[in-house]
């Protein structure tokens, strides 16, 4: 499918990562893995039933196209929920076949509950609150609407669950505005049961918030990047090593992402290398082209950054990324061939990339080049 790469998935990860959250778990405390942005690049298809391998049955998504995907391929027993945008004309196929969903607008409610009655049916769904992130969710004004129209429709409705999303809690610098989300949760989950509600299922922590603030778990956490063996941030990370005394890190990475060498060339010193100015060879190098660039999934943000391991040294990209292809300085590593493997995201001999040595110029950089690597790559389970 015109993929120049390839993704290794390891199920002896995956279920290494999911030990390690039983882990940090308060008994009883369910997990729903998020498997939104294809599984976090990592392919809902191939995810989606090696967890349930593990034990996992409950998956969220952020869309109703995600979801669609993850029905193709779940057990019947397994539970699907949309945390985010369900299109117009996908409510039928959501409520008609049970997958839950989050209601954070009087205009999501009333889509819910004109469905469900054409249907014949109870749409399954959990009331989400904003807590203080002014994203999603009902302010208290709403929230208070919100009641009167569930419980006059109360036929259609199965009110399974209660959540909100914290802003931040892998660092320490948001402590005090999770505090405050974690309370008003608790204030606004008494509201709905002073009225009558009452979710089975309260929901508020992502990967970093289970960690971070052990209270925070309820009846379930919604995990994404632990699962795939990535922490939330360097500080999450620290945290649990200091705490625990460990030298070694728990988690263990799911995803390679590889290819080959596919040319190799002197270049002398002066000359510039790829577009423009980019990069100037300081001495004479040598260097190796390798068929990935941005409409791949390497990111643009990786130019005169990334790095690659061939011969399992690294090797560092030098230049922009191309569309297509990234260029990198191998002056220092002997014998590379045409044809040899190369490792974009994962481990070779003694070496690693995992894009985490970015994460303290961007947080969000793990999270966004797993989610942007393309659907064509084929995803291969080892
Ligand atoms: C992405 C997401 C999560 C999971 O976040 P991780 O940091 O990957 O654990 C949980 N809840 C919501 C609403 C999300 O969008």
């Known amino acids: 499918m015109g993929s120049t790469s390839y993704i290794e998935i390891s199920s002896d990860a995956l279920t290494n990562n999911i030990d390690f959250l039983n882990s940090i778990l308060k008994k009883g405390v369910k997990i729903s893995a998020v498997l939104k942005g294809n599984a976090y690049g990592h392919g809902t298809d191939k995810i989606l039933p090696a967890l349930e391998k593990n034990g996992i049955n409950h998956f969220s998504f952020y869309s109703s196209s ?46 819910a509950i004109n469905v469900a009655k054409e249907l014949n049916t109870k749409a399954i769904i959990h009331i989400d609150i904003e807590t203080g992130m002014n994203r999603t969710g009902f302010t208290l004004k709403n929230l208070k609407k919100a009641i009167n129209i569930i419980n006059k ?65 309820f009846d379930m956490i919604r995990t994404g ?76 943000s990786l130019s005169n950054n990334g790095h690659v391991l061939v011969n399992s040294m690294r090797a560092q990209v030098i230049g922009t990324v191309n569309m297509n292809i990234i260029i990198c300085d191998i002056s220092q590593i002997e014998n590379v061939k045409i044809g040899d493997g190369v490792v974009l995201i994962g481990k070779q001999g ?10 303290e110029m961007n947080n969000s950089l793990n999270y966004e080049i797993l989610a942007r690597l393309p659907e064509n790559i084929k995803r291969i389970v080892v």
Not at 83 to 100: A, H, Q, T, W
Not at 181 to 199: A, D, G, W
Not at 267 to 278: A, D, H, I, P
């Open 66 to 111: 995600e979801a669609k995907t993850a029905f193709e391929c779940k057990h019947n027993t397994t539970t699907i929920l949309i945390m985010g945008f369900i299109l117009p004309n996908d409510y039928k196929f959501v409520i008609k076949n049970k997958i839950e969903f989050f209601v954070y607008e009087i205009d999501v409610l009333y889509n």
């Open 153 to 217: 429709n109360i036929e259609f409705l199965d009110v399974k669950g209660v959540t909100s999303h914290l802003a931040g809690a892998e660092s320490i610098a948001n402590h005090f505005r999770i505090i405050k989300q974690l309370s008003k949760f608790i204030q606004r989950v008494k509201l709905l049961n002073e009225n009558n509600i009452y979710p089975q299922i309260k929901h508020i922590a992502c990967s970093a918030a289970a960690m971070n603030y052990i209270n925070s778990q």
């Open 225 to 300: 990047i632990l699962i795939y063996g990535y922490w939330p941030t360097k500080e999450t990370y620290i945290n649990y090593v200091h705490k625990h005394k460990i030298k070694i890190d728990p988690l263990h990475r799911v995803m390679e992402w590889k290819t080959y060498v596919m040319s190799i060339k002197n270049v002398n010193e002066g000359e510039f290398v790829g577009y423009g100015l980019g990069y100037q060879a300081q001495t004479n190098i040598k260097i190796m082209l390798v068929p990935v660039g941005y409409a791949n999934g390497y990111s643009r």
């Open 350 to 359: 003694d070496n690693e990339i995992s894009f985490a040595s970015f994460a």
